[in-house]
């Protein structure tokens, strides 16, 4: 199983229940899967999923279309004069961007990133940040 982070954009959004859009485009598939984390943010209702990896093409292919955003990478970024190494973001990171090198050092690989933005709340000292 792979983790994308899909998005209905704010405004294609008319009610709550408009998250179901992703769900019923995957489904049309015959795809199981796991609804990691539902957020509501600035950019409209945002779903973590986890997907079978070989399924991966046809559902950001159903989903574009649908223009629906999938997967997109490395939003985050790190402020190192900041970050005081503590870890307490890596345990969060569901695809390991986030991670210590052999000397302990935070170390962020933006390409493993796929901007699920659950690291941000959880730096005591506010050195992740979202990208624009
Ligand atoms: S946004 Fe943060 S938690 Fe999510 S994949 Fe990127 S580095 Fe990891
Ligand atoms: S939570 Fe913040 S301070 Fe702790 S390792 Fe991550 S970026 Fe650094």
Redesign the pocket.
């Known amino acids: 199983m792979t983790i994308i982070n899909t998005t209905v954009p704010l405004g294609l959004i008319k009610n709550i229940d408009d998250y179901s859009r992703i769900i019923n485009e995957i489904l049309k598939h015959d795809v199981s899967f796991n609804i990691l984390k539902f957020s509501t943010t600035s950019e409209g209702i945002n779903l973590l999923l986890d997907v079978p990896e070989e399924k991966i093409k046809t559902i950001t292919e159903s989903l574009t279309k649908n223009n629906i955003l999938v997967n997109k990478k490395g939003r985050v970024i790190?402020d190192k004069n900041?970050?005081?190494?503590?870890?307490?973001?890596?345990s969060l990171c569901p695809t390991d961007a986030?991670h210590f090198k052999e000397d302990l050092q935070?170390e962020f690989s933006e390409d493993k990133c796929i901007g699920c933005l659950l690291?941000i709340d959880?730096?005591?000292?506010f050195?992740?940040q979202e990208s624009r």
């Open positions: 790190v900041l970050c005081i190494n503590c870890g307490s973001c890596i986030l935070l690291c959880s730096c005591p000292r050195a992740i």
